[in-house]
């Protein structure tokens, strides 16, 4: 017998009993985005490598670590697994010239690959739903994005599961005062920082601020605090944005170490947390990108968006048992004898086209193990046709979820018969 063969580990199949989970929380995400004006792009999983370098930053845990890339045999051309969906989304928009004279509402759902250790909620195939509103300088899109994720929490029945985190990250000049300052500050603490923090010290200074070790949580607070350098315009969209917020009675905690671990944010950035997934606990993030576009090659223009870890919304949909059974077809069709195979296809379409969904028995089993499969499939009926049923044209329904007896009905009347099983 040959050896099996495997998946990648931290790349999963996802089992049917699984997916119709998954069918449930996409249909509830399709609805959610066409409700806030949002259209679909749809982008490659591979991307040429400097696109990512350019747009997430050379220091970033990301590019450093977690990339797959490779070089096209072809011609040599260093090509990359996404590992985030903005900067494919953004280069789509400045290739096919999608900001000339308008703004954009864009979502986008698929898998991102990041090569990490695998662990609950944190895969190295995994799946995200995002968002980039672009073209809009002010705080109202800001708003609207955290309105709409407060919504989607609502829709799900999470919102008691989840808080809401802030921060503002200035523009370029303030962020680089707050830059000097905090590495001054950093170099006095040298002698206490960890391997990454002493590596970040003068590349990424910030983002040793957002560290998880719990040794330098003291350092980190007392740090000086961006806050601190914004200018009036900068403060004046956090103000803004904040007021909104609060307007709209979407509760927030202001988090001055939230910095997000990728380059291009600027001005909002933002996190929903929750503390039902153990060490994963963010499950949604994102934040404002004004320069991205023209970093990209296009013209400047402002952005904010989003991105969404779906396996993590799902692990905190089973956690609090918010998921929807698996369900099977509506009708499950037993059928033996002459003619009957036939008759019950007939059957099976007549249904289909009303609206049903129909599992046929397919091949030879008798009555007794056809009605065994039928109770398992989870169908809410199964209709029994043997060949007196054939030469009648008649049909037998055995209600198989409802304290019902059976009946028999002419072939004719079956679709209203089946109808009163269908909730």
């Known amino acids: 017998m040959a050896q099996k063969i495997q998946a990648v580990r931290g790349m999963n199949d996802v089992l049917p009993a699984e997916s119709q989970q998954w069918e449930y929380f996409e249909t509830v995400l399709r609805g959610w985005l066409h409700d806030y004006g949002y259209a679909n792009i749809r982008t490659p999983i591979v991307e040429p490598t400097p696109l990512f370098v350019r747009s997430i930053g050379e220091v970033t845990d990301i590019v450093e670590k977690e990339m797959y890339s490779f070089e096209d045999k072809l011609n040599g051309d260093p090509l990359t697994l996404r590992p985030e969906g903005t900067a494919g989304t953004l280069r789509a928009v400045v290739e096919h010239n999608l900001l000339y004279n308008t703004t954009q509402k864009l979502w986008y759902m698929g898998p991102m690959y990041r090569h990490e250790r695998p662990?609950?909620?944190?895969?190295?195939?995994?799946?995200?739903?995002?968002?980039?509103?672009?073209?809009?300088?002010?705080?109202?899109?800001?708003?609207?994005?955290?309105?709409?994720?407060a919504d989607l929490w609502q829709r799900l029945g999470l919102a008691a599961s989840v808080q809401l985190e802030i921060n503002s990250l200035g523009n370029k000049e303030e962020r680089a005062a707050h830059r000097e300052a905090l590495i001054a500050y950093l170099e006095k603490h040298v002698d206490i920082l960890d391997e990454d923090g002493k590596r970040r010290l003068y590349s990424n200074p910030l983002r040793v601020l957002d560290t998880k070790n719990p040794a330098l949580q003291d350092?980190?607070?007392?740090?000086?605090?961006?806050?601190?350098?914004?200018?009036?315009?900068?403060?004046?969209?956090?103000?803004?944005?904040?007021?909104m917020i609060s307007a709209l009675g979407i509760p927030f905690v202001e988090n001055p170490r939230l910095v997000r671990g990728l380059d291009y944010y600027n001005l909002s950035v933002f996190e929903w947390v929750t503390t039902e997934l153990g060490a994963q606990g963010t499950v949604c993030a994102g934040g404002r990108y004004d320069g991205l576009i023209e970093q990209l090659g296009g013209k400047p223009a402002p952005g904010i968006g989003f991105g969404m870890g779906m396996e993590r919304v799902l692990l905190l949909l089973a956690e609090k048992g918010l998921l929807p059974a698996r369900r099977g077809a509506d009708v499950f069709i037993v059928n033996q004898g002459a003619g009957a195979a036939a008759y019950a296809m007939q059957l099976a379409q007549s249904l289909r086209a009303a609206g049903f969904s129909v599992v046929q028995n397919m091949g030879d089993g008798s009555f007794?193990?056809?009605?065994?499969?039928?109770?398992?499939?989870?169908?809410?009926?199964?209709?029994?046709?043997?060949?007196?049923?054939?030469?009648?044209?008649?049909?037998?329904?055995?209600?198989?979820?409802?304290?019902?007896?059976?009946?028999?009905?002419?072939?004719?009347?079956?679709?209203?018969a089946v109808s009163r099983f269908k909730s």
């Open 119 to 149: 662990q609950k909620g944190r895969y190295r195939q995994f799946h995200q739903i995002g968002v980039e509103a672009l073209g809009m300088a002010g705080p109202d899109i800001d708003a609207e994005i955290i309105a709409m994720t």
């Open 219 to 243: 350092m980190a607070n007392n740090a000086p605090r961006l806050a601190d350098y914004l200018g009036d315009t900068s403060r004046a969209h956090y103000e803004g944005w904040k007021a």
């Open 368 to 416: 007794k193990s056809q009605m065994k499969k039928a109770d398992g499939s989870g169908a809410l009926v199964a209709l029994i046709i043997g060949e007196n049923e054939v030469a009648t044209a008649q049909v037998a329904i055995k209600p198989l979820r409802a304290e019902a007896a059976q009946e028999t009905v002419a072939a004719a009347d079956v679709v209203a």
